[in-house]
């Protein structure tokens, strides 16, 4: 029974109070259910509520829900082809379409009902309340307003905005305190969000709003599509049927505890996205959802909410459901066949039920066939059976959460089939056994998660551990299935090409030990590797940095093979490491101070690399390896220590000791010379003769007329400019030999050479040199068949230069000169030995000499240009003994041989005049006796007269050749006394050719 409440009358009229929620649910479920129409007259007027009528005109005013009767006549007269009648007044008629009610909106009400929500929710303390209030700007450039172009609301978009107090559907007048008051009464109420007619959009989510909705008044905005009042503290129902455009409604995160969907409402049909998750609602999920689900709606989220029961094993027919998410609730039971029902299902979300409850048996058959499911999650249940092979159906399934259930059985292999859709596949905490598929490994850029499981006690796939493909995987870091060793070599093939290696038996075998792998060794337990061996193996690329990883390998050797990069600094993080040898690559760069700090390293050979930089290498331990111990290009190989060592124990290289030695040895020899000088002055053996020249005939004689170092002993600048340029030339050159033999090997400039080889295919390396004791034997006498001249020498001169009867400045002379000779002798010991034979020892040798004869090369060529240049002062004035008696003898010679000429020409002059005579006397006798002889034969005569013309001739030609002897020897006088007087003078420039002339005028 209904009891009637009279209100007041007014010229007629009755007005009744019917709006009851309880009884309106009661007699909604009655109409629905048994379709009968009265109880369809009584849900309208109970979820309606009150209206007029008026008597006289027989019509009805529906006041405040005219939309709310709009919906139920509609749905009578649809459904049950019925026709309202009204139930709460006495009158026989049936109530006039209220659908022809028109809404008529007016600006200034808009604005009025903005300015009342401006003040019922707090619009002072708004984060952005710019314009509002305002009257000297439009309503419509109020922040968060959009109106069409007639100036009416179409866009409410307050979000975030610190709305505060009561839902605003109306607001009118002030209480006693002058605070805004809420009401929903049509005679009282007269702005608020129900006056605005026009508006699509309504957006107050994220704000502080409290209290009720009374969505009454909003069934009145008949063009309202989008409504959210998500993410405030509102409380009540949820209702989202409040328009019949309406699209989207968002509930979610508020304190509402139902959900009325009631299909009498027009926006039954148009409700597309309905968000109620987070909220408070406890409502059975048969009879309140699922039954009445709009039959349009594509989305439909309600999870973290109090929904309890069991789904109903068959649901009703949504052919555009793509969405169903109502996880964290209080369902159970078994799962329906969501598929058959929900045909364009895509994502699908009932995990977390409550741990008392929660989904039982297995996952519907038909599940596994459906082709448009995204996201599948199912987590934390208690389902059991086994994964379907069949999940290779689920073609675009980008999410497939069971985790948190009783699965049992194995993981299918069809799970990698789903590669290039899955991201994330999460089958954790389960009852699953066997062998993790390998094909898992291939779901790339997923994450893979199994922990807790029983599956069994074997690596995982390398794939998996690797992530190469995949995004994640949670048992990455559990040595039991992924070893962190096993990873870093899987890393190191890569990096070195290992598809192109020679032998890579077992590398990147997706479940076999990588103690199994070819060149790995591990101790006994098969739990760490302590030896990697790959060389001469085709490895290129480059070293990986996961090399480090291997901190219990003891050797590793990867010789022999092509790698490339500099050596990552990792490797010095293998603590344990004795064994390493990487030689015969093409690392380039420094390499990483970590191999200096390695302490218990036995053997390191980096040779034939391009390695430019070494670190400071403590001295290792060469007692098992000897000198195979430390081989590299670049820096101090353990072959050199020995050697090294002669020099370095005094912190000195070959350059600082050789400078060292030749200035101890100046300083030797001063002292030397500084001491006899003072002994002969103390034994006063002054000598009593002063011979400037003579001593300087032996200066010269001992340190060589032929070399510009006989400068030194002579006053000429010129010539001691040029002898100490020579010097300095031969200096220079003699300390780039020594440079060139330090045994620096970290500078390119050297000649050291490495004479111990070290093979490829082997760590023994050996001495090549077959440089010996007959090599050095050759060596030492060269050096003193062509040096000891000059060192003997220059130790006289030295000595010389201690004679007391030698003026300072002489002594100076004779000391340097003798000086240089054995400075230059002495500097040929720093020329390290660079020869790896005899032959090249020989060739320095030859090296070294003509070096030391540069003074004498010089000498000659200033000689060649002119003779003069090279004509010492002291020769002037000076002959020595031998030249002198030899030119003595020579003129005595000339003398002799002039007087035995003179004797000659006057014999011969004798025979001349006789022979001239006794001819005149034929001559006269002939002319006396022709008479006589007439009577003679005629020939006679003839004969006779020709023979004195002969001897005629002859004897002009002996005078003719008398003649040129005179003359050659008045030539020849001249010469001779000429070259007594340059002999005289010192000129001995014309004294070689003046003999050669006289011998061979003899």
């Known amino acids: 029974p209904v009891k009637l409440v009279t209100n007041h009358k007014r010229n007629s009229t009755e007005t009744v109070g019917l709006h009851n929620e309880c009884k309106c649910d009661f007699w909604y479920r009655l109409c629905e259910d048994v379709r009968y129409g009265e109880a369809c007259d009584y849900a309208a007027e109970y979820c309606c509520g009150d209206y007029m009528y008026y008597e006289a005109s027989r019509t009805f005013n529906y006041l405040n829900s005219p939309s709310c009767y709009c919906d139920f006549y509609n749905y009578a007269l649809r459904d049950f082809d019925y026709k309202l009648k009204p139930k709460a007044i006495d009158v026989n008629q049936e109530f006039s379409n209220p659908c022809e009610y028109k809404w008529y909106s007016i600006v ?3 604005k009025e009902s903005l300015r009342a929500i401006y003040d019922a929710t707090n619009g002072q303390h708004w984060i952005n309340n710019d314009g509002w209030m305002s009257n ?4 419509c450039d109020w922040h968060g307003i959009t109106c069409n172009s007639e100036n009416f609301v179409t866009r409410i978009e307050l979000n975030d905005n610190n709305l505060a107090g009561q839902f605003p559907v109306y607001t009118h007048g002030e209480d006693l305190n002058g605070n805004p008051w809420l009401s929903s009464n049509w005679e009282e109420a007269k702005y608020g969000l129900a006056n605005l007619y026009k508006l699509k959009i309504l957006d107050l989510a994220g704000n502080k709003l409290t209290g009720t909705i009374d969505y009454s008044p909003l069934y009145n905005l008949r063009e309202l599509e989008r409504f959210d009042v998500s993410r405030n503290q509102l409380i009540g129902e949820c209702e989202a049927l409040i328009a019949p455009p309406i699209k989207y409604a968002d509930l979610s995160n508020n304190l509402f505890t139902s959900i009325p969907f009631k299909k009498y409402k027009g926006s039954f049909q148009t409700l597309q996205y309905f968000y109620a998750s987070n909220n408070a609602i406890q409502q059975d999920s048969t009879d309140l959802l699922l039954e009445s689900i709009p039959p349009n709606i594509e989305q439909f989220c309600a999870s ?13 027919s949504l052919s555009k459901l793509r969405t169903f998410m109502m996880s964290s609730n209080t369902l159970y039971g078994d799962l329906p066949g969501f598929t058959e029902s929900f045909t364009t299902l895509q994502e699908l979300d009932l995990s977390n039920q409550n741990k008392a409850h929660g989904f039982t048996g297995s996952i519907p058959e038909n599940i596994w066939r459906s082709r448009s499911l995204n996201v599948l999650n199912l987590a934390g249940n208690k389902l059991d059976g086994t994964i379907s092979s069949l999940v290779s159906n689920l073609a675009v399934l980008e999410v497939f959460d069971v985790s948190n259930n009783r699965l049992q ?3 299918p292999t069809e799970l990698g089939m789903l590669d290039g859709s899955l991201k994330q596949l999460d089958l954790s905490h389960n009852l699953l056994t066997g062998i993790i598929p390998s094909q898992l490994g291939h779901l790339e850029g997923a994450s893979v998660l199994l922990k807790s499981n029983d599956l069994t006690n074997i690596t995982a796939p390398l794939s998996l551990c690797l992530q190469f493909t995949v995004q994640g995987f949670d048992l990455v870091n559990e040595t039991a299935f ?19 290696w020679t032998d890579g038996t077992n590398w990147k075998d997706e479940y076999a030990s990588s103690c199994d792998w070819k060149g790995v060794t591990c101790d006994d337990g098969k739990n760490h590797v302590t030896k990697l061996n790959l060389t ?3 490895l290129s690329g480059r070293m990986s940095e996961s090399i480090g990883y291997l901190t219990f390998i003891n050797e590793l050797d990867l010789s022999d093979n092509d790698i490339k990069g500099s050596i990552p600094t990792e490797i010095g993080l293998l603590s344990n490491l004795t064994y390493l040898r990487l030689s015969y690559n093409a690392f380039t760069g420094a390499a990483p101070e970590g191999l200096g700090m390695m302490g218990g390293l036995q053997l390191l050979q980096l040779q034939s690399n391009r390695i430019t930089d070494m670190p400071n290498i403590p001295i290792l331990n060469s007692s098992i390896h000897g000198k195979s111990t430390f081989v590299t290009d670049c820096g101090v190989p353990s072959a050199f220590d020995e050697y090294v060592t002669l020099v370095t124990k005094w912190g000195m290289n070959y350059g600082t000791f050789a400078a060292a030695f030749l200035t101890c040895f100046v300083v030797l020899c001063a002292v030397m010379a500084r001491f006899v000088y003072s002994h002969h002055k103390r034994s006063n053996c002054r000598e009593t003769e002063v011979m400037p020249m003579e001593d300087d005939i032996y200066a010269l004689g001992n340190i060589g007329k032929d070399s510009v170092y006989s400068y030194f002993v002579t006053d000429n600048r010129c010539g001691w400019v040029l002898a100490l340029a020579t010097l300095g030339v031969q200096f220079i050159i003699l300390f780039v030999f020594v440079g060139a033999s330090e045994a620096n090997l970290q500078k390119d400039t050297i000649d050291v050479q490495f004479t111990w080889k070290c093979p490829r295919d082997t760590d023994v390396c050996a001495n090549k040199a077959d440089l010996n004791e007959y090599g050095w034997l050759i060596f030492s006498m060269l050096m003193a068949a062509s040096l000891s001249k000059d060192l003997i020498n220059g130790f006289k001169l030295i000595h010389h230069s201690t004679k007391l009867r030698h003026p300072r400045k002489s002594r100076i002379r004779y000391f340097f000169g003798g000086m240089c000779l054995c400075l230059l002798t002495v500097s040929i010991i720093y020329n390290k030995a660079i020869a790896t034979s005899n032959s090249e020892i020989i060739v320095n040798s030859v090296i070294v000499l003509f070096i030391t004869e540069l003074d004498e090369w010089i000498f000659k060529a200033l000689e060649a240009c002119n003779v003069n240049w090279t004509v010492h002062t002291e020769d002037i004035g000076v002959i020595s003994s031998d030249e002198e008696a030899r030119m003595g003898n020579a003129i005595e010679e000339m003398e002799e041989k002039i007087l035995f000429l003179n004797e000659e020409i006057i014999e011969m002059k004798k025979r001349t005049e006789k022979e001239a005579c006794n001819v005149s006397v034929r001559t006269v006798g002939t002319g006396n006796s022709r008479s006589v002889v007439e009577g003679r034969s005629g020939s006679t005569l003839e004969e006779m007269e020709e023979e004195i013309v002969r001897q005629k001739k002859q004897l002009n030609s002996e005078m003719v050749k008398s003649q040129e002897m005179e003359n050659q020897i008045a030539r020849l006088s001249n010469e001779v006394a000429v070259l007594m007087q340059k ?5 001995r420039t014309q004294h070689d050719s003046v003999i050669r002339r006289l011998n061979t005028f003899t």
């Open 536 to 538: 001469n193996n085709g």
């Open 136 to 139: 000297e700007t439009d309503h």
């Open 482 to 500: 992924c070893p962190l060793e096993r990873n870093a070599l899987s890393d190191f093939y890569d990096l070195a090409k290992g598809a192109e």
């Open 108 to 110: 200034d009400y808009e």
């Open 409 to 411: 059985s194995s993981i």
């Open 983 to 987: 002999i005289e003078k010192g000129d």
């Open 304 to 316: 973290n909410n109090s929904i309890y029961g069991n789904l109903p094993q068959t649901l009703n």
